[in-house]
Protein backbone atom coordinates (compact mmCIF):
# COMPACT_ATOMS: atom_id res chain seq x y z
CA UNK A 1 0.00 0.00 0.00
CA UNK A 2 2.78 1.80 0.64
CA UNK A 3 4.21 1.49 -2.53
CA UNK A 4 1.12 2.15 -4.52
CA UNK A 5 0.61 5.75 -2.40
CA UNK A 6 4.22 6.57 -3.14
CA UNK A 7 3.75 5.82 -6.61
CA UNK A 8 0.54 8.13 -6.78
CA UNK A 9 2.44 10.89 -5.11
CA UNK A 10 4.81 10.72 -7.51
CA UNK A 11 2.35 10.72 -10.61
CA UNK A 12 0.49 13.60 -9.10
CA UNK A 13 3.82 15.88 -8.90
CA UNK A 14 4.47 15.05 -12.62
CA UNK A 15 1.11 15.96 -13.70
CA UNK A 16 1.54 19.36 -12.09
CA UNK A 17 5.40 19.63 -12.03
CA UNK A 18 4.86 23.21 -13.98
CA UNK A 19 3.62 24.85 -11.09
CA UNK A 20 6.70 24.91 -9.21
CA UNK A 21 7.30 27.89 -11.35
CA UNK A 22 5.50 31.03 -9.37
CA UNK A 23 4.91 33.17 -12.14
CA UNK A 24 3.12 30.24 -14.05
CA UNK A 25 1.40 29.08 -10.84
CA UNK A 26 0.09 32.82 -10.41
CA UNK A 27 -1.43 32.95 -14.31
CA UNK A 28 -2.67 29.22 -13.93
CA UNK A 29 -4.93 30.50 -11.03
CA UNK A 30 -6.44 34.22 -12.48
CA UNK A 31 -6.70 32.67 -15.79
CA UNK A 32 -9.19 29.32 -14.34
CA UNK A 33 -11.10 31.75 -12.27
CA UNK A 34 -11.33 34.30 -15.56
CA UNK A 35 -12.24 31.41 -18.40
CA UNK A 36 -15.23 30.24 -16.24
CA UNK A 37 -16.64 33.30 -16.77
CA UNK A 38 -15.59 33.77 -20.16
CA UNK A 39 -17.50 29.90 -21.10
CA UNK A 40 -20.36 31.88 -18.87
CA UNK A 41 -20.69 34.30 -21.36
CA UNK A 42 -20.26 32.29 -24.49
CA UNK A 43 -22.79 29.81 -23.57
CA UNK A 44 -25.16 33.11 -22.77
CA UNK A 45 -24.53 34.76 -26.17
CA UNK A 46 -25.06 31.47 -28.31
CA UNK A 47 -28.33 30.87 -26.39
CA UNK A 48 -29.47 34.63 -26.43
CA UNK A 49 -28.93 34.49 -29.83
CA UNK A 50 -30.98 31.79 -31.03
CA UNK A 51 -33.61 32.93 -28.36
CA UNK A 52 -33.86 36.04 -30.17
CA UNK A 53 -33.76 35.05 -33.32
CA UNK A 54 -34.64 31.09 -33.95
CA UNK A 55 -31.70 31.54 -36.91
CA UNK A 56 -28.82 28.88 -37.57
CA UNK A 57 -27.32 31.66 -39.89
CA UNK A 58 -27.16 34.27 -36.88
CA UNK A 59 -25.89 31.50 -34.69
CA UNK A 60 -22.75 31.28 -37.42
CA UNK A 61 -22.47 34.91 -37.93
CA UNK A 62 -21.97 35.94 -33.98
CA UNK A 63 -19.48 32.52 -34.01
CA UNK A 64 -17.69 34.34 -37.27
CA UNK A 65 -17.14 37.91 -36.16
CA UNK A 66 -15.60 36.86 -32.71
CA UNK A 67 -13.07 34.82 -34.55
CA UNK A 68 -11.79 36.32 -37.93
CA UNK A 69 -9.99 39.01 -36.44
CA UNK A 70 -7.99 36.38 -35.86
CA UNK A 71 -7.67 35.21 -39.39
CA UNK A 72 -6.70 38.47 -40.79
CA UNK A 73 -4.66 39.86 -37.37
CA UNK A 74 -2.72 36.77 -36.22
CA UNK A 75 0.15 37.28 -38.42
CA UNK A 76 0.28 40.74 -37.08
CA UNK A 77 -0.02 40.10 -33.72
CA UNK A 78 2.95 37.27 -34.04
CA UNK A 79 5.08 40.28 -35.32
CA UNK A 80 4.33 42.16 -32.70
CA UNK A 81 4.31 40.24 -29.47
CA UNK A 82 8.30 39.25 -30.97
CA UNK A 83 8.64 42.93 -30.91
CA UNK A 84 7.23 44.19 -27.99
CA UNK A 85 7.32 43.15 -24.15
CA UNK A 86 4.38 40.02 -23.82
CA UNK A 87 4.18 40.85 -20.04
CA UNK A 88 2.77 44.39 -21.06
CA UNK A 89 0.82 43.68 -24.04
CA UNK A 90 -0.78 40.86 -21.77
CA UNK A 91 -1.89 43.52 -19.27
CA UNK A 92 -3.32 45.47 -21.47
CA UNK A 93 -5.37 42.94 -23.84
CA UNK A 94 -6.85 41.56 -20.42
CA UNK A 95 -8.02 45.70 -19.35
CA UNK A 96 -9.51 45.72 -22.67
CA UNK A 97 -11.24 42.62 -22.26
CA UNK A 98 -12.88 43.10 -19.18
CA UNK A 99 -14.17 46.65 -20.52
CA UNK A 100 -15.96 44.84 -23.46
CA UNK A 101 -17.37 42.04 -20.88
CA UNK A 102 -18.81 44.98 -18.53
CA UNK A 103 -19.76 47.12 -21.70
CA UNK A 104 -21.95 43.73 -23.11
CA UNK A 105 -23.00 43.35 -19.41
CA UNK A 106 -24.10 46.86 -19.28
CA UNK A 107 -26.42 46.36 -22.39
CA UNK A 108 -28.07 43.60 -21.54
CA UNK A 109 -28.67 44.51 -17.92
CA UNK A 110 -30.31 47.74 -18.99
CA UNK A 111 -32.40 45.67 -21.58
CA UNK A 112 -31.02 46.37 -25.34
CA UNK A 113 -31.00 43.11 -26.36
CA UNK A 114 -30.13 44.37 -29.60
CA UNK A 115 -28.50 41.55 -32.01
CA UNK A 116 -26.51 44.17 -33.44
CA UNK A 117 -24.76 45.57 -30.48
CA UNK A 118 -24.40 41.91 -29.38
CA UNK A 119 -22.91 40.89 -33.22
CA UNK A 120 -20.26 44.39 -32.69
CA UNK A 121 -19.36 43.87 -28.97
CA UNK A 122 -18.55 40.36 -30.27
CA UNK A 123 -16.17 41.52 -33.11
CA UNK A 124 -14.27 43.58 -30.44
CA UNK A 125 -13.76 41.02 -28.47
CA UNK A 126 -12.17 39.31 -31.58
CA UNK A 127 -9.88 41.74 -32.11
CA UNK A 128 -8.51 42.03 -28.46
CA UNK A 129 -8.15 38.31 -28.67
CA UNK A 130 -6.12 38.01 -31.84
CA UNK A 131 -3.43 39.53 -29.89
CA UNK A 132 -4.61 37.80 -26.35
CA UNK A 133 -4.15 34.60 -27.37
CA UNK A 134 -0.77 35.11 -29.82
CA UNK A 135 0.52 36.76 -26.34
CA UNK A 136 -0.57 33.96 -23.96
CA UNK A 137 0.62 31.32 -25.66
CA UNK A 138 4.11 32.53 -26.83
CA UNK A 139 4.20 33.69 -23.34
CA UNK A 140 4.35 30.57 -22.12
CA UNK A 141 7.70 29.54 -21.98
CA UNK A 142 9.15 32.80 -20.08
CA UNK A 143 6.51 31.64 -17.09
CA UNK A 144 8.58 28.58 -16.45
CA UNK A 145 11.63 28.22 -14.82
CA UNK A 146 13.02 25.12 -16.86
CA UNK A 147 12.28 24.15 -20.52
CA UNK A 148 11.49 20.75 -19.78
CA UNK A 149 7.86 21.86 -17.73
CA UNK A 150 6.93 23.34 -21.30
CA UNK A 151 4.86 20.55 -22.31
CA UNK A 152 3.17 20.21 -18.95
CA UNK A 153 2.72 24.17 -19.18
CA UNK A 154 0.87 23.80 -22.19
CA UNK A 155 -0.92 20.55 -21.26
CA UNK A 156 -2.26 22.19 -18.01
CA UNK A 157 -3.08 25.12 -19.64
CA UNK A 158 -5.39 23.09 -21.75
CA UNK A 159 -6.45 21.49 -18.44
CA UNK A 160 -7.62 24.64 -17.25
CA UNK A 161 -9.44 25.75 -20.25
CA UNK A 162 -11.58 22.71 -20.91
CA UNK A 163 -12.01 22.93 -17.16
CA UNK A 164 -13.48 26.21 -17.39
CA UNK A 165 -15.68 24.71 -20.08
CA UNK A 166 -16.85 22.20 -17.98
CA UNK A 167 -17.65 24.71 -14.87
CA UNK A 168 -18.79 27.67 -17.01
CA UNK A 169 -21.57 26.22 -19.43
CA UNK A 170 -23.01 24.02 -16.13
CA UNK A 171 -23.15 27.74 -14.13
CA UNK A 172 -24.33 29.54 -17.25
CA UNK A 173 -27.44 27.07 -17.81
CA UNK A 174 -28.24 27.46 -13.71
CA UNK A 175 -27.71 31.16 -14.03
CA UNK A 176 -29.79 31.56 -17.20
CA UNK A 177 -32.79 29.75 -16.08
CA UNK A 178 -32.38 31.18 -12.40
CA UNK A 179 -31.41 34.23 -12.72
CA UNK A 180 -31.17 35.81 -16.71
CA UNK A 181 -28.85 36.14 -19.27
CA UNK A 182 -26.90 39.68 -17.57
CA UNK A 183 -26.11 37.69 -14.58
CA UNK A 184 -23.96 35.88 -16.88
CA UNK A 185 -22.25 38.81 -18.61
CA UNK A 186 -22.03 40.54 -15.18
CA UNK A 187 -20.19 37.16 -13.79
CA UNK A 188 -17.70 37.20 -16.54
CA UNK A 189 -16.99 41.16 -16.11
CA UNK A 190 -16.09 40.59 -12.43
CA UNK A 191 -13.89 37.59 -13.46
CA UNK A 192 -11.13 39.53 -14.94
CA UNK A 193 -10.33 40.97 -11.11
CA UNK A 194 -7.97 37.80 -9.99
CA UNK A 195 -6.51 37.87 -13.59
CA UNK A 196 -5.18 40.97 -13.16
CA UNK A 197 -4.39 40.71 -9.64
CA UNK A 198 -2.43 37.37 -10.38
CA UNK A 199 -0.57 39.76 -13.32
CA UNK A 200 0.48 42.28 -11.21
CA UNK A 201 1.83 39.78 -8.26
CA UNK A 202 4.51 38.50 -10.75
CA UNK A 203 8.04 38.63 -10.49
CA UNK A 204 9.09 38.44 -14.52
CA UNK A 205 12.67 39.54 -15.50
CA UNK A 206 11.39 42.11 -18.06
CA UNK A 207 13.77 41.81 -21.05
CA UNK A 208 14.82 45.62 -22.47
CA UNK A 209 13.76 45.28 -26.40
CA UNK A 210 15.78 46.48 -28.67
CA UNK A 211 14.50 49.06 -31.07
CA UNK A 212 13.86 46.72 -33.98
CA UNK A 213 15.87 47.34 -37.36
CA UNK A 214 13.16 45.88 -39.35
CA UNK A 215 10.52 46.64 -40.72
CA UNK A 216 6.96 44.48 -39.07
CA UNK A 217 6.20 43.76 -42.89
CA UNK A 218 9.46 42.26 -43.17
CA UNK A 219 8.76 40.07 -40.01
CA UNK A 220 5.39 39.06 -41.12
CA UNK A 221 7.13 37.70 -44.39
CA UNK A 222 10.21 35.98 -42.58
CA UNK A 223 7.56 34.32 -40.30
CA UNK A 224 5.81 32.94 -43.40
CA UNK A 225 8.70 31.66 -44.78
CA UNK A 226 9.83 30.16 -42.08
CA UNK A 227 6.69 28.45 -41.39
CA UNK A 228 6.10 27.42 -45.06
CA UNK A 229 9.62 25.93 -45.46
CA UNK A 230 9.50 23.75 -42.74
CA UNK A 231 7.61 21.03 -43.85
CA UNK A 232 7.12 19.66 -40.40
CA UNK A 233 5.27 22.67 -39.05
CA UNK A 234 3.65 23.60 -42.14
CA UNK A 235 1.95 20.22 -42.56
CA UNK A 236 0.60 20.28 -38.74
CA UNK A 237 -0.83 23.56 -39.31
CA UNK A 238 -2.46 22.45 -42.66
CA UNK A 239 -4.07 19.82 -40.42
CA UNK A 240 -5.00 22.24 -38.07
CA UNK A 241 -6.45 24.71 -40.31
CA UNK A 242 -8.47 21.83 -42.15
CA UNK A 243 -10.03 20.32 -39.24
CA UNK A 244 -10.69 24.57 -37.86
CA UNK A 245 -12.33 25.30 -41.12
CA UNK A 246 -14.97 22.01 -42.12
CA UNK A 247 -14.95 20.16 -38.99
CA UNK A 248 -14.82 22.23 -35.43
CA UNK A 249 -17.49 24.26 -36.29
CA UNK A 250 -19.81 22.03 -35.68
CA UNK A 251 -19.95 22.98 -31.96
CA UNK A 252 -22.32 26.39 -33.50
CA UNK A 253 -25.03 24.05 -34.32
CA UNK A 254 -25.50 22.51 -30.59
CA UNK A 255 -27.72 25.25 -29.24
CA UNK A 256 -30.30 23.38 -32.02
CA UNK A 257 -29.41 20.14 -30.97
CA UNK A 258 -30.41 21.18 -27.48
CA UNK A 259 -33.52 23.08 -28.32
CA UNK A 260 -35.61 22.00 -30.88
CA UNK A 261 -33.86 17.71 -31.99
CA UNK A 262 -33.66 17.15 -27.98
CA UNK A 263 -36.88 19.69 -26.71
CA UNK A 264 -34.32 21.11 -24.26
CA UNK A 265 -33.61 24.55 -22.82
CA UNK A 266 -30.87 26.56 -21.83
CA UNK A 267 -29.53 23.95 -19.29
CA UNK A 268 -29.78 21.35 -21.69
CA UNK A 269 -27.30 22.99 -23.63
CA UNK A 270 -25.06 23.63 -21.11
CA UNK A 271 -24.63 19.90 -20.60
CA UNK A 272 -23.50 19.65 -24.63
CA UNK A 273 -20.90 22.55 -23.54
CA UNK A 274 -20.25 20.63 -20.50
CA UNK A 275 -19.95 17.25 -21.89
CA UNK A 276 -17.33 18.31 -24.98
CA UNK A 277 -15.31 20.05 -21.54
CA UNK A 278 -15.34 16.44 -19.96
CA UNK A 279 -13.96 14.68 -22.45
CA UNK A 280 -11.39 17.80 -23.07
CA UNK A 281 -10.24 17.73 -19.71
CA UNK A 282 -9.47 13.63 -20.12
CA UNK A 283 -6.90 14.11 -22.66
CA UNK A 284 -5.53 17.49 -21.31
CA UNK A 285 -4.74 15.62 -18.48
CA UNK A 286 -3.00 13.20 -20.26
CA UNK A 287 -1.25 15.36 -22.70
CA UNK A 288 0.01 16.85 -18.86
CA UNK A 289 1.46 13.26 -17.83
CA UNK A 290 3.43 13.12 -21.41
CA UNK A 291 6.91 12.83 -20.56
CA UNK A 292 7.94 12.22 -24.33
CA UNK A 293 7.15 14.99 -26.91
CA UNK A 294 8.67 12.11 -30.00
CA UNK A 295 5.02 11.05 -29.20
CA UNK A 296 3.11 13.84 -30.53
CA UNK A 297 2.49 13.11 -34.25
CA UNK A 298 1.04 9.94 -33.33
CA UNK A 299 -1.25 11.64 -30.98
CA UNK A 300 -2.58 14.01 -34.13
CA UNK A 301 -3.26 11.14 -36.41
CA UNK A 302 -5.53 9.01 -33.12
CA UNK A 303 -6.97 12.00 -31.68
CA UNK A 304 -8.32 13.05 -35.62
CA UNK A 305 -9.61 9.78 -35.94
CA UNK A 306 -11.44 10.16 -32.74
CA UNK A 307 -12.71 13.36 -33.33
CA UNK A 308 -13.99 12.51 -36.59
CA UNK A 309 -15.85 9.01 -36.12
CA UNK A 310 -17.59 10.84 -32.99
CA UNK A 311 -19.22 13.22 -34.98
CA UNK A 312 -20.60 10.63 -36.89
CA UNK A 313 -21.92 8.62 -34.22
CA UNK A 314 -23.00 12.10 -32.40
CA UNK A 315 -25.11 13.38 -35.85
CA UNK A 316 -27.49 10.57 -35.75
CA UNK A 317 -27.26 9.77 -32.59
CA UNK A 318 -31.31 8.62 -30.84
CA UNK A 319 -31.29 10.05 -27.44
CA UNK A 320 -29.98 13.13 -25.39
CA UNK A 321 -27.65 10.87 -23.52
CA UNK A 322 -26.19 8.91 -25.69
CA UNK A 323 -25.82 12.88 -27.89
CA UNK A 324 -23.88 13.70 -24.34
CA UNK A 325 -21.74 10.62 -24.50
CA UNK A 326 -20.66 11.03 -28.25
CA UNK A 327 -20.12 15.00 -27.33
CA UNK A 328 -17.86 14.05 -25.14
CA UNK A 329 -15.89 11.69 -26.83
CA UNK A 330 -15.82 14.42 -29.60
CA UNK A 331 -14.10 17.12 -27.37
CA UNK A 332 -11.71 14.12 -26.06
CA UNK A 333 -10.47 13.79 -29.78
CA UNK A 334 -10.87 17.38 -30.56
CA UNK A 335 -8.77 18.72 -27.29
CA UNK A 336 -5.81 16.01 -28.18
CA UNK A 337 -5.79 17.27 -31.30
CA UNK A 338 -5.17 20.66 -30.62
CA UNK A 339 -3.25 20.75 -27.73
CA UNK A 340 -0.77 18.25 -29.45
CA UNK A 341 -0.04 20.26 -32.32
CA UNK A 342 0.15 23.47 -29.87
CA UNK A 343 2.57 21.47 -28.41
CA UNK A 344 4.54 20.16 -30.88
CA UNK A 345 5.03 23.92 -32.76
CA UNK A 346 5.99 25.46 -29.57
CA UNK A 347 8.67 22.33 -28.92
CA UNK A 348 9.94 22.92 -32.27
CA UNK A 349 9.71 25.92 -33.40
CA UNK A 350 12.86 28.45 -32.69
CA UNK A 351 12.95 31.17 -30.20
CA UNK A 352 13.01 33.90 -32.44
CA UNK A 353 10.50 32.52 -34.82
CA UNK A 354 8.27 31.55 -31.88
CA UNK A 355 5.72 34.21 -31.38
CA UNK A 356 4.98 34.26 -35.29
CA UNK A 357 4.70 30.50 -35.65
CA UNK A 358 2.24 30.49 -32.61
CA UNK A 359 0.77 33.20 -34.76
CA UNK A 360 0.03 31.08 -37.66
CA UNK A 361 -1.33 28.21 -35.25
CA UNK A 362 -3.64 31.18 -33.85
CA UNK A 363 -4.66 31.78 -37.30
CA UNK A 364 -5.24 28.12 -38.29
CA UNK A 365 -7.14 27.87 -35.17
CA UNK A 366 -9.04 30.25 -34.03
CA UNK A 367 -9.37 32.15 -37.55
CA UNK A 368 -10.82 29.75 -39.62
CA UNK A 369 -13.77 28.38 -37.24
CA UNK A 370 -15.64 31.97 -37.87
CA UNK A 371 -15.45 30.97 -42.01
CA UNK A 372 -16.53 27.36 -41.24
CA UNK A 373 -19.62 28.84 -38.63
CA UNK A 374 -21.12 30.49 -41.36
CA UNK A 375 -20.78 27.35 -43.68
CA UNK A 376 -22.10 25.23 -41.07
CA UNK A 377 -24.80 27.80 -40.28
CA UNK A 378 -25.71 28.12 -44.23
CA UNK A 379 -25.23 24.02 -44.27
CA UNK A 380 -27.40 23.61 -41.79
CA UNK A 381 -30.50 25.93 -43.07
CA UNK A 382 -30.02 24.16 -46.31
CA UNK A 383 -29.65 20.42 -45.56
CA UNK A 384 -30.93 20.23 -41.82
CA UNK A 385 -28.32 20.22 -38.44
CA UNK A 386 -27.91 16.54 -38.24
CA UNK A 387 -26.09 15.72 -42.14
CA UNK A 388 -24.23 18.61 -41.65
CA UNK A 389 -22.61 17.41 -38.66
CA UNK A 390 -22.29 14.42 -40.85
CA UNK A 391 -20.41 15.63 -43.51
CA UNK A 392 -17.88 17.26 -40.86
CA UNK A 393 -17.22 13.51 -39.82
CA UNK A 394 -16.37 12.41 -42.91
CA UNK A 395 -14.52 15.15 -43.81
CA UNK A 396 -12.22 14.61 -40.50
CA UNK A 397 -11.70 11.40 -41.13
CA UNK A 398 -10.58 11.81 -44.75
CA UNK A 399 -8.33 14.88 -43.53
CA UNK A 400 -6.60 12.79 -40.77
CA UNK A 401 -6.00 10.16 -43.72
CA UNK A 402 -4.56 12.72 -46.24
CA UNK A 403 -1.96 13.68 -43.08
CA UNK A 404 -1.05 10.38 -41.79
CA UNK A 405 0.06 9.60 -46.26
CA UNK A 406 1.34 13.32 -46.11
CA UNK A 407 3.53 12.52 -43.31
CA UNK A 408 4.52 9.13 -43.99
CA UNK A 409 5.82 10.32 -47.19
CA UNK A 410 8.13 13.03 -46.14
CA UNK A 411 9.45 10.95 -44.24
CA UNK A 412 10.35 8.56 -46.78
CA UNK A 413 12.13 11.09 -48.76
CA UNK A 414 14.23 12.49 -45.91
CA UNK A 415 17.30 10.23 -46.09
CA UNK A 416 17.24 11.03 -49.99
CA UNK A 417 17.85 14.48 -49.13
CA UNK A 418 19.85 13.64 -46.21
Known amino acids: MSKFVAAQLINTM ?7 SRNFKLF ?5 ISLIGTWMQKTAVSWLVYQLTGSALLLGIV ?15 GSLVDRHNRYHILVITQVVSMIQAGALA ?26 DITCRQSMMVELVNEKADLPNAIALNSTMTNFARIAGPAVAGIILSTFGTDFCFIGNFLSYI ?12 LRVIEKPVKSIWKELHEGFKYVSGDKDLSSVLLMIGISSLFVMPFNTLMPIFAKDIFDGDAKTFSWFESAAGLGSIVSAVYLANLKNSNTLIKLIVIAGGIFGFSLLLLSYAPQLPVALLFMASTGLGMMAQTSAINTYIQTHSIPEMRGRAISYYVMAYQGLIPVGSLMIGWLANSIGPRPAVFIEGIIGLTATAFFVYYRSRNEAVKPVQN
Request: aromatic share 16%; glycine share 8%.
Open 28 to 32: FYGQS
Open 14 to 20: TLFRSLK
Open 106 to 131: AIIYFGYNNILFIIGLSLLQGVINAF
Open 194 to 205: PVLICLFMMRLD
Open 63 to 77: GFVSLIPSLVLSPYA
